[in-house]
C-alpha cells in the first residue's frame, strides 16, 4: 500500500525566505502528484500537479519537482509571505487500479512579518 | 463558476443520529470523493465513485453510507454505529479514470455530534 510522508510537520519562518516542503512515497509506480493547500476550516485548494512523465511545474512563486526513482517531491516556495501561512498537502496517484489519491498529512506552515 | 458545494458549513447532532451531509458538483466529474480529516491524521478515504450508480468502500466506510442517483450529486450519511463521528468531512471529485484533471474539493462540513 501507498505510504506518503511529509516532513517537516510544521515550519517557521520570516518573511521573504526560500523554503523547501519535502513529500515521500513508498511506491514509485505513480500516475500523478499533486500539492494542495489548506487554509484553517476550509477545504483544499490545488497548487500544482505533476503528472509521471514531468520533472517539475512551476506556477508564479510555487516550483514543484518529481524524482520517482527515489521517491520524492519538493515544493518549493520563493519570497515566503504572511499570506502562504497554511498546511500543505501532497496527493499521489498510483498507476492502474483504481487511482485512487492517497495524502501525506501535511505541512503546517507560518511566515511571521 | 463550476465547483463543488458541501452544506451545511456546520452541522450537530444528537449522538444516535443519523445525518446527511450534502456534495453537489457541477464540473461534469465523474469520479467524486468522501473524505474524513481529523487533527494530526491526515485525510482518510471513507467512499470513492466512479460512475452513477456505482461506489466503493474506502479505508473508513464503517458506519457511513452513500448513493449515487445522479452524476453531479453524492450525498454522505453517517449512521448511529459510526462510533466517533465528529470530524471535518470533505467531498471531492475528478475528471475521469486515470483522473485527466486536478482533484478538486469543496469548502467541508464540520459535523459535532454530543
Known amino acids: 500500500k501507498q505510504e506518503v510522508t511529509q516532513i517537516p510537520a510544521a515550519l517557521s519562518v520570516p518573511e521573504g525566505e526560500n523554503l523547501v516542503l519535502n513529500c515521500s512515497f513508498t511506491?514509485?509506480?505513480?500516475?500523478?502528484l499533486q500539492w494542495f493547500r489548506q487554509d484553517p476550516g476550509k477545504g483544499l485548494t490545488s497548487l500544482l500537479l505533476?503528472?509521471?512523465?514531468?520533472r517539475e511545474q512551476t506556477s508564479g512563486r510555487l516550483n514543484a519537482s518529481l524524482d520517482k526513482s527515489s521517491g520524492r517531491s519538493t515544493l518549493y516556495i520563493a519570497a515566503s509571505q504572511p499570506g502562504d501561512s497554511a498546511t500543505y498537502l501532497c496527493?499521489?496517484?498510483?498507476?492502474?487500479?483504481?487511482?485512487?489519491?492517497?495524502f501525506g498529512r501535511g505541512t503546517s506552515l507560518i511566515v511571521h512579518p | 463558476d463550476g465547483g463543488i458545494t458541501q452544506s451545511p458549513k456546520y452541522l450537530f447532532r444528537k449522538e444516535g443520529q443519523n445525518v446527511t451531509l450534502s456534495c453537489e458538483q457541477n464540473?461534469?466529474?465523474?469520479?467524486m470523493y468522501w473524505y474524513r480529516q481529523d487533527p494530526g491524521q491526515g485525510l482518510r478515504l471513507i467512499y470513492y465513485?466512479?460512475?452513477?450508480?456505482?461506489?466503493q468502500k474506502g479505508d473508513i466506510a464503517e458506519g457511513y453510507s452513500v448513493s449515487r442517483e445522479k452524476k453531479e450529486s453524492f450525498p454522505l450519511t453517517v449512521t448511529s454505529a459510526q462510533k466517533n463521528p465528529t470530524a471535518f468531512y470533505l467531498c471531492?471529485?475528478?475528471?475521469?479514470?486515470?483522473?485527466?484533471?486536478?482533484?478538486?474539493f469543496g469548502n467541508g462540513t464540520r459535523l459535532t455530534v454530543t
Open positions: 471531492a471529485s475528478s475528471m475521469g479514470q486515470p483522473p485527466s484533471s486536478p482533484l478538486h
Open positions: 511506491d514509485s509506480a505513480i500516475y500523478n
Open positions: 505533476i503528472q509521471s512523465s514531468q
Open positions: 496527493a499521489v496517484l498510483l498507476s492502474g487500479g483504481s487511482y485512487i489519491p492517497t
Open positions: 464540473l461534469n466529474h465523474d469520479a
Open positions: 465513485s466512479q460512475i452513477v450508480n456505482d461506489f
